[in-house]
């Protein structure tokens, strides 16, 4: 059994599989030894584990999952990894970007697959049918589009998400709303649609804590996957055992 954790910049994401089954998933605000031992009491096949961590390291969490698990990797831009990175900047690479490349490879081997994880940010990223992870786009997700408009602007309110919009607004509220909302429906289609008319067969799969917020507005058959990147980390665990 595999013990997987993703730190993320305000979250943790913990999972406990078996092959590639998810036997148990959680997310809390931190991470400790005491939880890590509790998770090993509940799950005593456990013998290996990963780390990925957007967050300055903790050498004493570190060192216990060393001590602890038969084989534990921290995930770093040298780690091995079942695809080709084509990357020009493997430092600088986002591991949530990786580890979802590698999880939408996990479920599409072979293919074309697009990922779009929503959350704070939207990252666009492209695995061809080669197994090649060829890079991506960056750009704010929604909430920061929201706080940039009114802390950049003298005047304009800060909205929050609508399920129900427009294309134009008729006041600045639904402006905003609908500005917002329609831009991240347009970007995206775009990449997909323009990905349609140069691959073959494209794959996609959205994931991130806006995705099914968007999923349904979008004009394309789309997979969700919430737990894109745990299964990523898990796959990468799994070719370095």
């Known amino acids: 059994m595999n013990f997987i954790i993703d730190i993320g910049t305000s979250l943790v994401k913990t999972a406990v599989f078996h092959d590639q089954e998810i036997l148990f998933r959680e997310t809390i605000p931190d991470i400790s030894d005491e939880y890590v031992s509790s998770i090993m009491q509940d799950f005593p ?37 079942p695809l080709k990175n084509l990357y020009l900047s493997p ?19 072979r293919s074309n697959v697009l990922v779009i994880d929503i959350g704070s940010a939207i990252t666009i990223d492209f ?55 329609n831009g991240i429906i347009f970007e995206l289609n775009g990449y997909i649609n323009r990905l349609n008319e140069t691959t073959k067969k494209l794959k996609v799969i959205i994931t991130g804590g806006d995705a099914y917020f968007f999923v349904k507005k979008l004009k394309n058959t789309i997979f969700v996957d919430l737990n894109l990147t745990l299964k990523g980390l898990n796959k990468i665990l799994e070719f370095n055992i």
């Open 45 to 81: 096949k456990l013998r290996y584990s990963i780390l990925s961590s957007v967050r300055k390291k903790d050498p004493a969490l570190l060192q216990y999952l060393q001590d602890k698990f038969e084989h534990f990797i921290e995930l770093t831009a040298d780690t091995p990894i």
């Open 91 to 109: 430092a600088t690479l986002g591991y949530d970007r990786l580890a979802a490349a590698v999880g939408a490879n996990t479920i599409f081997p």
């Open 127 to 181: 695995v061809n049918h080669m197994n090649e992870y060829t890079g991506g786009n960056i750009s704010p997700g929604m909430s920061i589009r929201y706080k940039a408009l009114n802390e950049y602007t003298a005047n304009l309110p800060l909205e929050e998400p609508h399920e129900d919009f427009e294309l134009f607004g008729s006041d600045t509220d639904s402006a905003i709303v609908n500005g917002v909302q």
